[in-house]
């Protein structure tokens, strides 16, 4: 007795479609990945990278909370630490007239406070070679918080004397002298008798002040130069 054979199925016109009656269109890619359109990307055959990733976050919630919040801490940190302090721009001492005499002043103020002596001793007295060595001792010696305190000290508009250039400084609104300035060699540096005295005091320019209010003056009453 010969046995019925159903006739052969066409393509069901259901495959093909997905739940909304759109068509799925399937790719297969080297290596069993496949591409299925929407997006999904199919890692090995089986599963996606981040249906795994999902699937390891549900199975360790503890752990992929702790993991985001290191990940979110570390990026603003990253951001905080790189942006918070622009470096020295040593290249101010070649700008011509009051300006570049002024902007010489504030990068010095700015190295005191980062404790960058190789800049400051570039901005203030270049052609001495034993200038970095007493300034790094003497930025090593005061802690962050003291040397961020040169930012109180004012500075007022540049002005031309005789010698080159002054910058006013000032305290809370009160005169403290002026920072002189001389041109050699076409670039702008700190009048030599005055750098020689910070030098020998073991301060900064900016920092004098700052230990004359603190009573931490290591050279008696140093006094910077009035007008």
């Known amino acids: ?83 918070s302090d622009p470096a020295v721009d040593v290249s101010v001492v070649e700008e011509p007239g009051l300006s570049g005499a002024l902007h010489t002043v504030e990068q010095t103020r700015l190295a005191e406070r980062l404790g960058d002596a190789a800049s400051w001793c570039h901005l203030a007295q270049p052609g001495d070679s034993t200038c970095e060595t007493t300034m790094n001792s003497a930025f090593a010696a005061k802690s962050q918080s003291y040397r961020d305190r040169v930012e109180e000290v004012g500075l007022g508009e540049p002005e031309k004397i005789d010698s080159g250039a002054q910058v006013a400084l000032s305290w809370q609104g009160s005169s403290q002298g002026t920072a002189r300035l001389v041109q050699a060699g076409g670039r702008w540096q700190l009048n030599t008798s005055d750098y020689g005295l910070l030098k020998l005091c073991g301060a900064g320019l900016f920092l004098s002040l700052v230990d004359a209010k603190s009573q931490e003056l290591k050279c008696g009453m140093f006094q910077l130069p009035t007008s």
Do not use: C, Y
């Open 1 to 83: 007795m010969l046995e019925e054979r159903e006739p052969p199925r066409g393509p069901d016109p259901r495959q093909g479609q997905d739940a909304r009656g759109g068509q799925n269109q399937v790719n297969i890619l080297s290596g069993g990945s496949t591409t299925i359109s929407g997006g999904s990307v199919v890692a090995g055959g089986d599963v996606t990278i981040i249906q795994k990733a999902r699937q390891w976050a549900f199975a360790n919630p503890l752990l992929a909370g702790g993991l985001a919040v290191v990940v979110l801490s570390g990026s603003i940190w990253t951001g905080v630490s790189l942006g």
